[in-house]
C-alpha cells in the first residue's frame, strides 16, 4: 500500500517561499511510470494542479505557476518538495501530494493534504 505525507510549516509570510515535503512509503518515487503531483485546493474553491516530477526526474509545471514552482526530489529519503516563492494571501490552500500512472488521467493515491495560510 502506498502511503504520502506531506510537512511542511503551516504559515508563511507575504513574499517568502513555501516549502513543503511529501514523503512516500510503500514505493519507490523512481519507479517506471508514476509521476509524483502537487495539487492545492483554496478555501471554498476547486482543485489546483501546481505540478509534477516524474520518475526519471523530469519536471513538468502548470503555466500559471511555473515562473514561481520548483519541484525537486530525494531518491535517497524517497521524498519530493515543492517550493512556491513570492506567495501572497491567494497561495492559501490546503496542499496534496499525489501520484498518477504515467497513461491514466486521475491520481490513485493521495496523501492527506496540508493546509497552508500566507498572513503576516
Known amino acids: 500500500q502506498v502511503q504520502l505525507q506531506e510537512s511542511g510549516p503551516g504559515l508563511v509570510k507575504p513574499s517568502q517561499t513555501l516549502s513543503l515535503t511529501c514523503t512516500v512509503s510503500?514505493?519507490?518515487?523512481?519507479?517506471?511510470?508514476?509521476?509524483w503531483s502537487w495539487i492545492r485546493q483554496p478555501p471554498g474553491k476547486g482543485l489546483e494542479w501546481i505540478g509534477y516530477?516524474?520518475?526519471?526526474?523530469?519536471?513538468y509545471y502548470s503555466p500559471s505557476l511555473k515562473s514561481r514552482t520548483s519541484i525537486s526530489r530525494d531518491t535517497s529519503k524517497n521524498q519530493f518538495t515543492l517550493q512556491l516563492s513570492s506567495v501572497t494571501p491567494e497561495d492559501t490552500a490546503v496542499y496534496y501530494c499525489a501520484r498518477r500512472l504515467e497513461y491514466s488521467c486521475a491520481m490513485d493515491y493521495w496523501g492527506n493534504g496540508t493546509l497552508v495560510t500566507v498572513s503576516s
Open positions: 516530477i516524474k520518475y526519471s526526474g523530469i519536471t
Open positions: 510503500g514505493g519507490s518515487i523512481t519507479t517506471t511510470d508514476y509521476y
